[in-house]
Nanobody
Framework: QVQLVESGGGLVQAGGSLRLSCAAS????????MGWFRQAPGEEREFVAA????????YYSRAVRDRFTISRDNAKNTVYLQMNSLKPEDTGVYYC??????????????????WGQGTQVTVSS
């Protein structure tokens, strides 16, 4: 059973930075796409960013495009999310996800087969 373990969350002031990590226990996925999602209290889970293992192609939501950077270390089976210029509205639980069934729907929560347990990010104003 594949496991995804997130780390790096915490409390930061607005304008600050955090780097999240997602370590996969193995990389025997049908798809080579990994994604980050987040869920604010009382809100639905939403897409943040995604990356492909092989070519390193990246995809972002409009809300984070100019502030967040997704990257990967293939040797460590780890995906990172560097978050800069954080805003209070970035607060939420951040989840790592793997193996979307259909690449063209990589922004959709329901497409992913594997999820991590989530890590809390809190941005104070």
């Amino acid at each position: 059973q594949v496991q995804l373990v997130e780390s790096g969350g915490g409390l930061v002031q607005a304008g600050g930075s955090l780097r999240l990590s997602c370590a996969a226990s193995e990389r025997t996925f049908s798809s080579d796409t990994m994604g980050w999602f987040r869920q604010a209290p009382g809100e639905e889970r939403e897409f943040v960013a995604a990356i492909t293992w092989n070519e390193g192609n990246t995809y972002y939501s409009r809300a984070v495009r100019d502030r967040f950077t997704i990257s990967r270390d293939n040797a460590k089976n780890t995906v990172y999310l560097q978050m800069n210029s954080l805003k209070p509205e970035d607060t939420g639980v951040y989840y790592c996800a793997a193996d979307p069934r259909r690449f063209r729907y990589l922004r959709m929560v329901g497409e992913y087969n594997y999820w991590g347990q989530g890590t809390q990010v809190t941005v104070s104003s």
